[in-house]
């Protein structure tokens, strides 16, 4: 098993389309799915819930180690379980998004993590999500996508999905809130947000999820990787 099962990396940063598109196309390959993004939410959840600080790595290397999660699937909705206890809503808020980005530039957190996202790997195949997706956890995968648009695209749309969901956030707070995040991402020692040389590079500002995802699937079915970095 392991090496000698596909992989699909779709990467970039937040509000860029990846966990839709990824979720579409697992379902259209009949694929396992990874959310790596999730973890590292669940990580920080846990971590305030049990009063362990942001920044403290050995504490938070141990937690992640024992992280105790499930993603059960279900046909109508995503569900997310921390503890036996569903966190779906808590895990998808702003400032566990937040929380998350400032555990993630841990080497600590990781390496702890790493494993677990690895174990993920099984037949038929695996989509996975996340931001090092491509470079670090699956340097060998069959395809790499990364998505990226601009950061007011992004604050819009994040703007919308919060406010369909009965939530009001001030547009310009998310928009602040989105350029740290990339930042801290972008400059992070450990892995930092950024696409691998053999990826495929789709900016998704002026596109819909159905033209994205046409045209990963069209990456997909012609072979897979080597864009060396192009954008499409």
Same mark, same amino acid.
């Given at each position: 098993m392991g090496a000698s099962?596909?992989?699909?990396?779709?990467?970039?940063?937040?509000?860029v389309g990846k966990g839709t598109i990824s979720r579409l196309?697992?379902?259209?390959?009949?694929?396992?799915?990874?959310?790596?993004?999730?973890?590292?939410?669940?990580?920080?959840?846990?971590?305030?819930a049990r009063g362990i600080?942001?920044?403290?790595?050995?504490?938070?290397?141990s937690l992640g180690c024992r992280?105790?999660?499930?993603?059960? %699937?279900?046909?109508?909705?995503?569900?997310?379980?921390?503890?036996?206890?569903?966190?779906?809503?808590?895990? %998808?808020?702003?400032?566990?998004?937040?929380?998350?980005?400032?555990?993630?530039?841990?080497?600590?957190? %990781?390496?702890?993590?790493?494993?677990?996202?690895?174990?993920? %790997?099984?037949?038929?195949?695996l989509?996975?999500?996340?931001?090092?997706?491509?470079?670090?956890?699956?340097?060998?995968?069959?395809?790499?996508?990364?998505?990226?648009?601009t950061p007011q695209e992004r604050a819009g749309r994040r703007h919308k999905q919060l406010k369909e969901q009965g939530t009001d956030v001030n547009l310009a707070s998310l928009l602040t809130e989105i350029s740290e995040r990339d930042k801290r991402d972008r400059e992070r020692l450990a892995s930092p947000l950024r696409p691998a040389i053999d990826a495929v590079l789709i900016d998704t500002t002026d596109l819909d999820i159905d033209t994205v995802l046409s045209r990963v699937m069209s990456i997909v079915t012609k072979g897979g990787g080597g864009g060396g970095g192009v954008i499409i």
């Open positions: 099962v596909p992989v699909i990396t779709i990467d970039g940063p937040s509000g196309l697992a379902a259209w390959l009949g694929w396992r799915l990874l959310d790596s993004g999730a973890l590292y939410r669940l990580l920080a959840l846990d971590a305030v600080a942001l920044d403290d790595e050995p504490a938070l290397f992280l105790d999660c499930e993603f059960p %699937r279900l046909e109508d909705r995503e569900c997310i379980l921390l503890n036996s206890r569903e966190v779906t809503r808590k895990v %998808r808020s702003e400032s566990c998004g937040n929380n998350a980005s400032k555990l993630a530039a841990l080497p600590g957190v %990781r390496k702890a993590l790493l494993k677990r996202q690895r174990d993920f %790997r099984a037949p038929p195949g989509i996975a999500d996340g931001r090092d997706m491509g470079t670090d956890v699956f340097p060998d995968a069959y395809a790499k996508i990364f998505l990226t648009a």
